[in-house]
């Protein structure tokens, strides 16, 4: 799925831009305060990714909830950006959007113009997933979700799509943020479900 003109993935830092890549796609990683977001997109991006990390402060303190990430010593406070070449004309562009609530308000400008999304969940901390589902069902923006394992996890998938309400059309699936494998088959998932919302379209299927 990944190359840049070969069978193997370019270093990053190291792949220039093809000059026939005609087609932009946009890609949403959402989730809430410390699920990963920004280590997803380093890790599976071909690029050096672009984030815009700041050092938490003590002004943050009573604001931001650092309950079970009590180690996050940095935060977004933009977007990360990544790139993957899919062919020689396609490329998606990866975003990844800020997870404290007080940057909530830029998430909507991050969903313009997405072809879909990956919701990042911690089970530690599930309920700031639910405002990142309620945004892009408002949005009409297809999305799969993925549990980021950071230890042996706790609870089964079947769980974790009780507490979250999915509905079966709902991608659920298991990932390790930190690494490149295991974050591409997100992606993959997550295309894979638009192709299946495409043809059901097509041939005039209800879809969710």
């Not at 990053?12 to 809430?32: E, H």
């Not at 998606?92 to 609530?101: I, K, M, N, V, W």
């Amino acid at each position: 799925m990944v190359s840049n003109g070969s069978d193997t993935l370019a270093p990053a830092g190291r792949a220039p831009l093809s000059s026939t890549a005609a087609n932009g796609l946009k890609i949403v990683v959402v989730g809430g305060f410390g699920v990963g977001k920004t280590t997803l997109v380093g890790s599976v991006s071909e690029i050096r990714p672009l984030n815009t990390e700041e050092t938490m402060t003590r002004a943050g303190e009573g604001v931001d909830d650092l309950t079970g990430v009590r180690g996050k010593r940095s935060t977004t406070v933009a977007f990360d950006f990544g790139r993957i070449t899919l062919g020689a004309e396609n490329v998606l562009y990866l975003f990844g959007a800020p997870g404290q609530e007080r940057f909530w308000f830029l998430w909507d400008r991050l969903f313009s113009g997405a072809l879909g999304a990956v919701v990042l969940v911690d089970t530690r901390r599930l309920e700031e997933s639910w405002y990142a589902i309620d945004r892009l069902e408002h949005h009409g923006t297809p999305f799969v979700v993925a549990r980021n394992n950071f230890g042996p996890p706790e609870h089964t998938l079947a769980e974790v799509r009780a507490a979250l309400d999915l509905g079966d059309h709902v991608p659920l699936v298991e990932c390790d943020a930190r690494d490149r494998e295991s974050s591409k088959q997100v992606l993959i998932e997550l295309v894979r479900h638009l192709h299946r919302m495409a043809e059901a379209e097509a041939s005039g299927e209800d879809t969710p």
